[in-house]
């Protein structure tokens, strides 16, 4: 009898602390559910804005976190889309700069976010704007097909660190910033992100200026995989 009561405690013991450790997080965007991490195939189902799900492995897949929703069904979604997925600036990367913070509501008009994987949720960085289109803009800024800027910034020495290999075979070493619907959307699969009634405050600089951009860091996993500021809450002209 003691021998028995000992292993049902054990049992409820693990069964608490398994349960314990489980992390719950938040979906902060409507999004897909999907079989396995990446976009390549149809979604198994949905979720909605605020609900509630169980991360399986604490850490994300190829930009995916593995979960649990309430209902008990399993599936992949997209870490930007989830609470635990904004995470905090690490002093591994570089110590942000002063700022007024980012813009948390920009992220509704990033065009197929999951493509984003985050890596500090808000950065300041400072460096020269320089130009992203070969003398053919004299803004120096390339018109995304979903409405955004694809700009270049040469990053001051102490932010070198947060270039990859894709920002230097690709982007001319530089390091991407994105503003969100600056331009008309051409893309009919971006309409959604950036409706006729949404108008970004954020502004360019003139090419050759020093500037501080504050934003989202992220990695693009399309492409090269090159990293960005996207999307950018403010870009400020400094000496």
Same mark, same amino acid.
Request: charged share 20%.
């Given at each position: 009898?003691?021998?028995?009561?000992?292993?049902?405690?054990?049992?409820?013991?693990?069964?608490?602390?398994?349960?314990?450790?489980?992390?719950?997080?938040?979906?902060?965007?409507?999004?897909?559910?999907?079989?396995?991490?990446?976009?390549?195939?149809?979604?198994?189902?949905?979720?909605?804005?605020?609900?509630?799900?169980?991360?399986?492995?604490?850490?994300?897949?190829?930009?995916?976190?593995?979960?649990?929703?309430?209902?008990?069904?399993?599936?992949?979604?997209?870490?930007?889309?989830?609470?635990?997925?904004?995470?905090?600036?690490?002093?591994?990367?570089?110590?942000?700069?002063?700022?007024?913070?980012?813009?948390?509501?920009?992220? $509704?008009?990033?065009? &197929?976010?999951?493509?984003? =994987? @985050?890596?500090?949720?808000?950065? %300041?960085?400072? *460096?020269?704007?320089?130009?992203?289109?070969?003398?053919?803009?004299?803004?120096?800024?390339?018109?995304?097909?979903?409405?955004?800027?694809?700009?270049?910034?040469?990053?001051?020495?102490?932010?070198?660190?947060?270039?990859?290999?894709?920002?230097?075979? $690709?982007?001319?070493? &530089?390091?991407?910033?994105? =503003? @969100?619907?600056?331009?008309?959307? %051409?893309?009919? *699969?971006?309409?959604?992100?950036?409706?006729?009634?949404?108008?970004?405050?954020?502004?360019?600089?003139?090419?050759?200026?020093?500037?501080?951009?504050?934003?989202?860091?992220?990695?693009?996993?399309?492409?090269?995989?090159?990293?960005?500021?996207?999307?950018?809450?403010?870009?400020?002209?400094?000496?």
């Amino acid at each position: 009898m003691f021998v028995r009561k000992t292993l049902r405690f054990s049992v409820l013991l693990v069964v608490s602390l398994c349960s314990a450790l489980a992390q719950e997080t938040t979906v902060l965007h409507p999004v897909y559910l999907r079989a396995d991490p990446s976009t390549a195939n149809p979604a198994i189902g949905t979720l909605r804005k605020g609900a509630k799900v169980t991360l399986v492995e604490a850490a994300p897949k190829d930009g995916f976190y593995h979960v649990k929703t309430m209902e008990g069904k399993e599936g992949w979604v997209g870490a930007t889309y989830l609470a635990a997925g904004i995470q905090e600036p690490t002093a591994e990367l570089a110590a942000p700069l002063p700022s007024t913070g980012c813009d948390a509501t920009l992220w $509704d008009h990033v065009y &197929n976010p999951q493509r984003l =994987i @985050v890596n500090q949720k808000c950065i %300041s960085v400072t *460096g020269t704007i320089v130009d992203a289109t070969n003398g053919k803009r004299s803004d120096g800024v390339r018109q995304e097909p979903d409405g955004d800027t694809h700009g270049w910034l040469k990053v001051d020495p102490q932010f070198k660190n947060l270039l990859n290999a894709g920002n230097m075979s $690709d982007e001319g070493g &530089n390091l991407v910033y994105e =503003i @969100v619907c600056k331009f008309k959307v %051409s893309q009919a *699969g971006a309409k959604g992100a950036c409706p006729l009634t949404y108008h970004t405050p954020v502004q360019l600089r003139a090419v050759g200026s020093h500037v501080q951009i504050v934003g989202s860091y992220v990695q693009d996993t399309n492409h090269a995989k090159w990293m960005e500021i996207h999307p950018v809450t403010q870009i400020t002209v400094i000496p």
